[in-house]
């Protein structure tokens, strides 16, 4: 066994931030390929690689967020609550969306392996000293966003992953407790 302290210090005490309070710099062209690459190496049953990952630049991401309020059509509240937590300092965000079309594996597997993408994203972000937020939000589920960012609405969008430097210190949240989640099993 060869164990890797900094890896277990590390997931256990990865926080995200806020995406609005993502801020300059994101990660480099040669950090990000890292990151993409680390993101790419997950459990996919069959091979499928059923996902995929758009790249938005923070002009980008301004005219994406500019145009969600005439693509809104749900209740007004989350409208307000979307704007309010828009990140309009992130560097840098990542989409991932899956396509889960084939019938070679399950579609939930197709859809869990995309999150697990997004879990290696995040995880390799930290790694390099970056903060992160996975969102999802009534967007990720509406096939105008979908049309809009070129994603078939036949696929599911699995996150938007805004990532950036920190502009405060990530505040800790409670974690549960491993008593009340966790149990031996005895058949």
């Known amino acids: 066994m060869n164990p890797s302290p900094e890896t277990i210090d590390l997931l ?6 806020l995406a609005a309070k993502l ?21 996919d049953h069959k091979g499928i690689n059923p996902w995929r990952i758009q790249v938005a630049d923070r002009a980008t991401q301004d005219t994406f967020h500019a145009r969600l309020p005439t693509l809104h059509s749900g209740d007004p509240a989350s409208l307000a609550k979307t704007l309010s937590k828009e990140a309009k300092t992130a560097p840098l965000l990542l989409i991932v969306s899956s396509q889960a079309t084939s ?6 597997e197709q859809l869990l392996s995309g999150a697990v ?10 790694a390099f000293g970056y903060r992160s937020q996975w969102l999802t939000e009534w967007f990720a ?17 699995i996150g938007f992953l805004y990532i950036g430097s920190e502009s405060e210190i990530p505040k800790e949240r409670p974690r549960p407790d491993l008593s009340k989640i966790v149990s031996k099993l005895e058949l």
């Open 12 to 17: 256990l005490t990865r926080r995200s931030l």
């Open 23 to 43: 801020i300059e710099p994101g990660p480099t062209q040669g950090e990000l390929e890292t990151i993409l690459r680390c993101g790419t190496r997950v459990p």
């Open 103 to 108: 019938n070679r594996a399950p579609r939930s």
């Open 117 to 126: 993408v997004c879990q290696n994203i995040i995880i390799a972000a930290a």
């Open 141 to 157: 589920y509406n096939d105008e966003v979908k049309n809009l960012l070129g994603i078939s609405t036949s696929e599911e969008i």
